[in-house]
């Protein structure tokens, strides 16, 4: 069984939520018998982009918000390879967010792992889209006004086949939500909430311990589309963890002709494929 | 040098299109060489449209101003070309669809829609009366057109076919008194097999011979006919084409095919390789091979969408934050935009950058018969990847250092080794660093490759005499206007010579030579700032005796050139 070495030395600061999601990851690949390099990280910029420089595997560590095509395109040229798009909720939602919207409709089959801290970190504690409203940042000394934004419904919405959301503290059920995640044949999203010991001193450790419960635990259906988008409302006194939304849906181009032969990446380059393109073209052959 | 010209206009939706493809078909099918353009606004219905088709029994690669038959589907088509018309030219229209009748001796009436309604047929056979006009001009064979016709109809029923041949040849008849006013276009002796192209069919010919197998894209005009082809022919070359939805996300998302190791391609115009410029610096960085065609149009910002300018040059050979290896290339017509295409993937394999390529409106919509291209001429070169027992080797470093600053590159999961790669600056294994050192060991590293892309810079393409008392430089689509301006000097007994840049970034030597002897250099193009001449500056501290620059949105053409060039000088 392949072993994902983990860094010990890293630059996220002690305590931090990454160390419970890159370990439950770690964790996941091993109990899954997945291998070292088959397997691809795309991450993104911000401190949940530099898990794929701490674990073993390829790693593109791509630009601020744009994890999901990176992502969309190296799966299409490459079926073979398990691929992982990784990053924050700020690269995710806000810089990455047209993405979001349209990665959650294509049905492309990939991981997506947002470490959500509701907050920017990297960059020192300005306000993300999944920040609380009242929380005062750098960006928002009068305290954040706009609504907060909901990954999950917006997933929900798109019918993302698999539509999941975790805790960096709770190792158990985040590894068990990560295995599930992988084995959904299609886009499966997961967003984890995570504590940023820094510069979220709102939605700590403590908080979540008072409020996260497992719904898959309560008598609730996960096929059920609008018991889903409505439970991924709830916030405050309880919070939700678990699988919101599953259903079986075609992947992306999984009967496509052109990949039939097999993944892109083992296409022979043969310039007379053209000849019969070129045939619409020809006048007095 | 006559050539013979016909320009049809109309309202877009009444099938001027139609019409003219229809005609193009037929031309080349009877041997002639062509040049066709059209012009076409930024809309579905309505306002002033032409298709120009220029005809000649030898290969032509420009327009001409004036025309000998002008087909008007609409007023607006008389009113703003009758003065283009040549002496004894006749101005074919439809009093029906243009609300009046005119005297005059050039005007010869022909009710498309009214014949096709005299002869029970569907009105949108006008389009088919229309041509059967036209063709009278150009031959004595009407079944020529009619087989056109059948061959393009067929799988819509014989009746159909029947009732399109039918009409054609009504409007033939309708129009053959008037047609012998002019003598028909010499045929070149011999019909030669030919391709008959526009660049938005070659681009897409060159990449797929090339063997791109991937490609994402925003549709942009005038890109888009480029990305359709390729998303046609998904299934019969084993290709992907992926719909993003937005330009960050086609490029964004080729580079992470091109990253698992194919060829991976995005195609876009001025707006959205806008959008693309960050990205372009990260396949720089982290040494990706990408290939993005920038099809141009005027801008400033939106700009006029459906026209052609040259005015993205400067900012696409700057493209992204930094420094990083980059080559731009600048095909000039169809030939060159199959070819180019093919030498951008081996650029941007080899070296592991990212290569763009310009194109415009004009060379994406302008038509030529072309030779056939020679495709046991396409070599396809990957590059350094790694193989056999080093794909297998722990100690693989993606950017390890090399004498010529390419490193092997490792397609992940093709063996046991890991492929690591980042935008950010980082040391040979791909790991994030910030040690000055590093920093510039890299930097030295990637921009190293340049040197060995400058060495293949591809030489300009010279035309006409040595020595000569006039030099017109160019790059991209001017081409064709540049051959035959330095043909039209020729022909009034200047000594003249054209040089065509068709790679832009970084610059072959040679083509400062074009500013040397004892004549005077012109600068030609179409940009308001002169932005080729500003970047041969730059770059060879050189200095043209003069420019012609257009930026109206349309292209130029020989006439134009000799016009502009020293106040008319030449005009000729």
């Known amino acids: 069984m392949a072993n994902f070495d983990v860094l010990k030395e890293t630059a996220w600061c002690p305590g931090c939520g990454n160390f419970g999601i890159i370990n439950a990851l770690k964790e996941a690949l091993e109990g899954l018998d997945m291998e070292k390099h088959k397997v691809l990280y795309v991450s993104g910029i911000g401190q949940a982009g530099k898990v794929p420089h701490y674990i073993e595997g390829n790693v593109l560590n791509t630009l601020h918000g744009r994890t999901l095509p990176t992502a969309t395109g190296a799966k299409l040229a490459n079926s073979d390879l398990a691929v992982f798009a990784i990053g924050g909720d700020g690269d995710g939602y806000a810089e990455g967010g047209n993405h979001f919207l349209h990665a959650t409709r294509k049905n492309v089959d990939i991981t997506y792992i947002v470490h959500d801290n509701r907050v920017f970190g990297l960059t020192k504690g300005q306000a993300s889209p999944t920040t609380d409203p009242g929380m005062v940042t750098g960006t928002t000394p009068e305290g954040v006004v706009n609504a907060a934004f909901n990954p999950l419904a917006v997933a929900i919405t798109n019918d993302t086949g698999f539509v999941a959301r975790s805790y960096a503290g709770d190792r158990k059920h985040l590894v068990k939500t990560l295995q599930a995640a992988i084995q959904h044949k299609g886009f499966s999203f997961v967003d984890v909430l995570q504590p940023c010991v820094t510069f979220n001193k709102i939605n700590t450790y403590q908080w979540y311990r008072e409020r996260v419960y497992d719904l898959n635990e309560e008598d609730f259906d996960p096929t059920n589309r609008t018991a889903a988008w409505e439970r991924s409302f709830e916030w405050g006194d309880r919070i939700p963890i678990g699988i919101f939304y599953q259903v079986e849906r075609p992947v992306l181009r999984a009967d496509d002709k052109a990949l039939a032969k097999g993944p892109l990446v083992q296409r022979d380059l043969d310039p007379h494929i053209v000849d019969s393109v070129l045939d619409k073209y020809r006048v007095n052959p | ?572």
């Open chain 2, 1 to 572: 040098m006559s050539t013979f010209s016909i320009k049809i206009g109309g309202e877009a939706g009444q099938g001027l299109v139609s019409v003219g493809n229809i005609l193009l078909q037929a031309i080349a099918k009877e041997g002639w060489h062509l040049f066709a353009h059209q012009d076409y606004e930024s809309r579905i219905r309505g306002g002033h449209n032409f298709f120009q088709i220029r005809v000649a029994d030898r290969p032509l690669y420009t327009w001409e101003g004036q025309s000998d038959v002008l087909v008007a589907l609409d007023k607006a088509t008389i009113t703003n070309h009758r003065d283009e018309l040549k002496d004894g030219g006749v101005i074919l229209y439809d009093p029906g669809l243009v609300g009046e009748t005119y005297e005059g001796e050039e005007f010869v009436a022909v009710p498309f829609v009214q014949t096709t309604e005299d002869e029970g047929q569907p009105k949108v056979m006008a389009n088919a009366v229309a041509c059967g006009a036209i063709w009278a001009f150009l031959s004595e064979d009407i079944e020529v057109l009619g087989d056109v016709l059948e061959a393009m109809f067929a799988d819509k029923g014989e009746d159909i076919v029947a009732g399109n041949r039918q009409v054609s040849k009504v409007g033939y008849q309708k129009a053959s008194e008037a047609a012998e006013r002019l003598p028909k276009p010499v045929k070149p002796k011999e019909k030669k097999p030919v391709l008959l192209m526009k660049g938005n069919d070659a681009l897409p010919s060159g990449a797929l011979a090339a063997g791109v197998s991937f490609m994402s894209a925003y549709p942009m005009t005038p890109s888009t006919g480029v990305t359709e082809f390729i998303a046609g022919n998904q299934a019969a070359c084993g290709v992907v084409m992926e719909q993003a939805e937005d330009e960050i996300a086609a490029i964004n998302m080729a580079i992470g095919a091109a990253y698992t190791g194919v060829r991976a391609m995005t195609a876009t115009s001025g707006g959205g390789f806008a959008l693309m410029t960050e990205a372009l610096g990260l396949a720089g960085s982290a040494e990706i091979p990408v290939v993005v065609i920038n099809a141009q149009r005027p801008g400033p910002s939106t700009g006029l969408p459906t026209r052609t300018e040259q005015g993205d040059l400067l900012y696409t050979v700057a493209t992204g934050s930094g420094d990083f290896p980059k080559a731009v290339l600048a095909p000039g017509d169809i030939e060159e935009a199959f070819e180019l295409m093919g030498t951008a993937f081996n650029l941007a394999e080899r070296y592991q950058m990212p290569v763009m390529v310009l194109s415009d409106q004009h060379l994406a919509d302008a038509h030529r018969t072309v030779e056939p291209f020679d495709l046991d001429a396409v070599t396809i070169d990957r590059g350094k990847v790694v193989t056999g027992d080093a794909a297998n080797d722990s100690g693989y470093k993606r950017y390890a250092y090399s004498e010529d600053g390419i490193s092997p590159r490792l397609y992940p999961g093709s063996g046991e080794a890991l492929a690591v790669s980042a935008g950010d600056e980082h040391d040979e294994e791909g790991h994030l660093i910030e040690d000055a050192e590093t920093r510039t060991k890299q930097m030295d590293k990637r921009m190293k490759k340049m040197e060995a892309v400058a060495e293949e810079a591809l030489a300009p393409v010279f035309f006409g005499d040595d020595d000569a008392e006039v030099t017109l430089v160019s790059f991209g689509s001017t081409k064709g206007a540049l051959r035959e301006a330095v043909e039209l000097l020729q022909s009034q007994e200047v000594r003249a010579r054209g040089v065509h840049v068709r790679q832009v970034f970084p610059m072959a030597p040679e083509i400062a030579d074009a500013f040397d002897g004892s004549g005077k250099t012109y600068v030609v193009e179409s940009s308001f700032t002169g932005q080729f001449e500003r970047l041969l500056a730059a770059e060879f501290a050189v200095k043209p005796a003069g420019h012609v620059r257009r930026y109206d949105g349309r292209p130029l053409n020989a006439e134009y050139i000799l016009e502009h060039l020293e106040g008319g000088r030449y005009r000729g």
